[in-house]
C-alpha cells in the first residue's frame, strides 16, 4: 500500500467526518471506515513491504486493592538490526510517588501476523512476551479486544483491552505525510477499557482504568527523522485528541499540516482533523544530569472548536534513555471546550529538546563609534527555536562591572533604544543582555565585549586628523600613546577586560606605559581630552 502516499492529500483545514457505523455496529472483522485506506483486522498486522512499524500502547490504571495511581508505556518496534528482529521499550510508573523506570531491550518475533494483531516476542533478559487480538471459545477473533503480556525488570502486566471507540484515523484517512519527505499509516484507539494484573517492584495487585494504542507503518522513523512532540489527550467530555508538532532540524515548526496536526473524536459518531491550532510553551525542565531539556507545560487551543486547555506533565524525570533519549510520562489536562470546564489525562512523547539561549550584541560594535540616543542597543539570538519563545532584559554597569541596572525588562525583539539623559556623562557604561524562556528555566546572557562613553553629536570621537595612535599591538614590554593633533591635556587609563583600571596617565603629545608585569590577554585604553572620549583595544601578549 505505500504507493498511496503519492495520491493521497492531506487536507489543511478543518475537516469534520461522521462515522460510517453507529454505536457497537464497527465492532465487528473485517472493519472499514469509509473514506480511509485502512482494513481491519489486516492492518492491525505486520506490513512487510514497510521499511518500519510499531505497536504502542500507554494506561493509567488504578491498583485495586492499594489505591495507588500507575502508568505505563510498552512499545513493540519491528525494525531490524544487529540480528534482532526490532526491540522492546516497557517504561512504568508510580504516579502517587513519581517513581519511574524505563527498560529498552532487543528482541525476535517467533510470531509476527500479518492477517491479524499477533505479536509474539522473545525480549532479552526479559523472556516472553505477546500483544495478541483475544479469541472466543470457537477459536473465532473478538474484534478491537486484545490481551496484553509483558514483564521486565521493575514490573509486569497482564492485562485485558476492550476497544471503547473505533479506531481514529490519523489525517482523517489513516494515512499523513509527516515533516521534510516522510509518509506514515496511522490510526489510533482512543479509549480502551483495561483490567488485569500489574506488578511495581514485586507487588502485584488487580488494576483497572483506560489505555490508548498507536499504531504506525511508513517510513517515519523516530530515532532518524525531524524530533516531535506528541499528545494522546482523553477528555471528560467524550473527546479525544491525537496532537503532533514536528520540528525541522533547524528547531522550527513551519506552518503547514506536514508538521502540525491534530485528530480528534468529537464525540462517538464525529472526528475532526485540523491544523489551525496554537501549542505554546509554559514551562520546561532538565533531566537530573541536565543532559537534555524538555517541555513541561503547553497551552493547546483551537479556535474552530472551541478548544483552549491547559496541559501539564505530572512528573519531569520521566526520560527514556535507549535506543535514543526522549521524554514519555502522563500528562494532567484542565482547561475548556466551547466554553464548557474540562479535564482529563493524556500522556506525552517528546523529542525535541530545548537549549539555553545564545546571543550575541550586534551594536555597540568594538572599535566602532556609537551615539545611544540615535543608534538602539541590537543583538541576536544565535540559536532559535519555535518551541522556545525568549524574552530579555538588558541592565547597564558604569562602576567596572561591580553592580548593574535593569533599564528594560521582559522585552519581545532584539533591540533597546536606551536614554542616556540623566546617567553619568563622565562614566564608562557595559551593557549585559539576558534572554530566557517564559518561565525561566531556559537561560543565556551576553555582556558588550568593552566599555562605552556617552558620545552625542555635541560630544563625538574625535576626528581623523586628532586621533589616538596606540602602538604596538599587541604589545610585550612598553605600550606608546601618541596624541595627534594640538597639544591638549589628555587623561588615559588602562582597563582589564573587566573594567578595572589598572594604570592612569596623563599630559600631552606621547605618553608611556610598563605592561611587561601584565597578564597576557585584552585591554582597554581610554582617552579623555577637549571633552571628547575615544577608546581602542589592545593586547598584551608575551
Known sequence: MSNLFKIIPLVLTLVIMPLSGQAQ???TYPYHEAGSVLHFPEDEGRHPGEPIEWWYTNARVTGLESGAEYAFMLTYFYYPAF???????????????????????????????????????????????????????????????????AGGAFGAIQLDYKALKPPLMVGGTGFLHQGLSNY??????????????????????????????????????????????????????????????????????????????????????????SSDFELE????????????????????????????????????????????????????????VGGQPVSGQGFAELLHQYEHPMLSI?????????????????????????GRPVYYDVALSFDDKNSWETIAEGLAGAEYQWEPAGWPA???????????????????????????????????????AQRVRVFPNPASRRLFIGLDGPPEFAEARL????????????????????????????????????GKVEVARISVSR
Open 25 to 27: 455496529s464497527w465492532k
Open 83 to 149: 540480528g534482532f528482529d526490532g526491540f522492546r521499550i516497557f517504561n512504568i510508573a508510580n504516579e502517587d510517588t513519581g517513581e519511574f523506570y524505563d527498560e529498552t531491550l532487543p528482541c525476535t518475533y517467533p510470531t509476527l501476523a500479518e492477517d491479524h494483531l499477533e505479536i509474539r516476542a522473545s525480549v532479552t533478559l526479559a523472556g516472553p512476551e505477546s500483544w495478541v487480538v483475544k479469541k472466543d471459545t470457537q477459536g473465532q477473533l473478538i474484534p478491537f479486544e486484545y490481551n496484553i503480556s
Open 184 to 273: 506514515t499509516y496511522y490510526y489510533s484507539q482512543t479509549v480502551l477499557e483495561v483490567t488485569g494484573t500489574l506488578t511495581f517492584l514485586g507487588f502485584s495487585e488487580p488494576v483497572s482504568g483506560i489505555a490508548w494504542i498507536d499504531r504506525q507503518y511508513g517510513d517515519f522513523n523516530p530515532n532518524t527523522d525531524e524530533p516531535y512532540e506528541w499528545f494522546s489527550l482523553q477528555l471528560d467530555n467524550g473527546m479525544d485528541i491525537n496532537l503532533w508538532n514536528i520540528f525541522t532540524f533547524e528547531d522550527q515548526i513551519p506552518d503547514t499540516a506536514t508538521y502540525r496536526i491534530f485528530t480528534a473524536y468529537i464525540d462517538d459518531s464525529t472526528s475532526v482533523t
Open 281 to 336: 510553551r509554559l514551562g520546561y525542565a532538565w533531566m537530573p544530569d541536565n543532559g537534555a531539556c524538555y517541555a513541561q507545560q503547553w497551552r493547546f487551543t483551537a479556535g474552530e472548536l472551541g478548544i483552549d486547555l491547559l496541559l501539564t506533565a505530572l512528573h519531569a524525570n520521566q526520560e527514556v534513555a535507549l535506543p535514543f533519549r526522549f521524554y514519555e510520562g502522563a500528562i494532567g489536562i484542565e482547561g475548556t
Open 362 to 386: 550586534l551594536a555597540p560594535a568594538a572599535g566602532e563609534p556609537w551615539n545611544p540616543a540615535a543608534q538602539p542597543l541590537r543583538w541576536q539570538l544565535l540559536n532559535p527555536d519555535d
Open 426 to 464: 563622565d562614566s564608562l557604561y557595559w551593557f549585559r543582555i539576558s534572554g530566557y524562556s517564559i518561565d525561566g528555566t531556559l537561560m543565556g546572557a551576553v555582556e558588550t565585549e568593552m566599555p562605552y562613553a556617552i558620545v552625542t553629536g555635541a560630544s563625538s570621537l574625535l576626528p581623523e
Open 495 to 530: 582597563r582589564n577586560a573587566g573594567g578595572q583600571v589598572l594604570k592612569q596617565a596623563s599630559g600631552a603629545g606621547l605618553l608611556e606605559w610598563d605592561v611587561s608585569k601584565l597578564p597576557p590577554g585584552l585591554y582597554w585604553v581610554e582617552i579623555r581630552r577637549a
